[in-house]
């Protein structure tokens, strides 16, 4: 894909003689260590939260379904809740939303844990596991902030941004291969209640410090009295975007469950771990080597390439006979997943206007959550109708989604006062004024 002009609408991401800004320029920007060091650790409990709540409940009530039903409930709250608090951010400051979010996180982590080891009733576990759920601090969305502010103050190029969103993916996956594998660890050596107790600790401490460092923070957009605030989920790109995500987070939960039953079936359920981590490393991979190149493609047709590859490695997963080739496929899957999530950052952060941001990566971080619930939920009912290989059916019917309304809608992929070359490219992509049609109803995906 490098090394190829494509004509590009106004707005895009596409520079005439694009240059490689390799991993090492980016980390050597000035003051960014003082806020990458504890958001890593402020984002890590992000992918051990639904584990542990699962591990413990599973525990103490015995059954799966309430465990499942109730890790749900709080990855439903996160997303919903999520784009809240990144508003907040943008308009009072990180800081100012970070401390609060975190000291209720703590208070709703210790109360559950507390009802789950008392027996409590299952309305209330319900209760706190959405408590918990939508205190989790958005850190992933306000690192990328902070990326944006930093990089834009000094007058960086896009293609310097477009690295530092691929780091953060590979963040991202890493946090997602080691934390459950950590709350998994934890659990199960020493109880059930410390996974989600150590979860806890690391987003009080990570958040708070990642909280203190103010001078790397994104300026403050605070209200205009009078002046009516839009949210980032106003802008039409964004909804499409958020409605993509969501595609990629059935890809996400499907995988989960559909190959822990699948490796069960096999006779080999420890090998689930194994399966899932080759998918991730696949995706970190690609991540790492996503932001390496020079990319002459516009952003908005590498979502639209990267994406279509999801779907054809997802449309695979269903026949596989056996765990090895299973492993294949779910890697040659893993490998889209990366430059899928990078680009959609990269797109959505020239979709908004400053006060804005911090919002609008929470909204596709939380898309993916919600995606990733439902994923888990109706490839957890296929699997028990018919069989561990029909949830993998709802990766491909997700993704493929995703890819229809991206590839349908794709002229609102462009920065707003420069759509008009987009709509022509896309053809009957509305164009600006329309706010009708199937954009609008991207909203109800985003919010389930």
């Known amino acids: ?83 809240q608090t990144g508003r907040l951010a943008d308009r009072l400051g990180q800081a100012a939303v970070l401390v609060p979010t975190v000291v209720v996180h703590a208070v709703s982590v210790g109360a559950l844990i507390a009802l789950a080891l008392g027996h409590a009733p299952v309305w209330s ?116 975007l958020a409605g993509a995500f969501l595609g990629v987070g059935t890809v996400f939960g499907a995988m989960q469950v559909s190959v822990a039953a699948f490796t069960e079936s096999a006779g080999q359920p420890g090998a689930s771990g194994t399966v899932y981590g080759i998918f991730a490393g696949g995706s970190m991979l690609a991540g790492v080597l996503y932001g390496m190149i020079a990319w002459r493609h516009a952003a908005r047709h590498r979502m639209l390439a990267s994406y279509a590859l999801l779907v054809i490695g997802c449309s695979t997963l269903w026949a596989m006979p056996n765990l090895v080739s299973l492993a294949v496929a779910g890697l040659f899957c893993g490998l889209a997943i990366a430059p899928t999530l990078i680009t959609g950052y990269t797109l959505v952060e020239t979709l908004v206007e400053d006060g804005a941001k911090t919002e609008a990566f929470t909204w596709l971080t939380g898309a993916i959550g ?33 890819l229809a309304a991206l590839v349908s809608l794709r002229g609102l992929l462009v920065a707003p006062g420069t759509r008009s070359a987009a709509t022509a490219d896309a053809g009957a992509a509305p164009g600006p004024g329309t706010g009708t049609g199937a954009a609008p109803q991207l909203v109800g995906a985003a919010k389930g």
């Open 1 to 83: 894909m490098p090394g190829h002009d494509l004509p590009a609408a106004p707005g895009d991401r596409a520079d005439a003689a694009p240059t490689r800004v390799g991993y090492g320029a980016l980390l050597r920007t000035p003051g960014v260590w003082t806020f990458l060091v504890p958001a890593f650790a402020a984002r890590l409990p992000y992918a051990m939260l639904s584990l542990g709540i699962l591990l413990l409940i599973r525990d103490t009530h015995g059954s799966y379904g309430t465990a499942g039903t109730a890790a749900a409930v709080s990855a439903v709250a996160q997303a919903l809740v999520g784009p």
């Open 125 to 240: 576990l319900f209760l706190a596991a959405a408590a918990a759920g939508a205190s989790v601090p958005q850190i992933g969305a306000m690192v990328r902030a902070r990326w944006v502010a930093r990089l834009s103050a000094e007058g960086t190029p896009p293609a310097k941004l477009n690295t530092a969103f691929a780091f953060e993916s590979v963040t991202d996956e890493f946090t997602f291969v080691i934390g459950p594998v950590l709350a998994s660890a934890i659990a199960t050596t020493v109880n059930p209640a410390s996974g989600l107790i150590v979860e806890a600790t690391l987003t009080v401490v990570g958040g708070l410090a990642f909280a203190a460092q103010r001078r790397t923070a994104p300026a403050l957009h605070p209200a205009v009295p009078g002046a009516r605030r839009v949210s980032a989920l106003a802008s039409p790109g964004v909804r499409l």
């Open 370 to 402: 919600l995606g990733l619930a439902v994923g888990s939920m109706v490839a957890g009912q296929l699997v028990d109708g018919s069989g561990p290989s029909a949830g993998f059916l709802v990766p491909v019917a997700g993704a493929g989604l995703g």
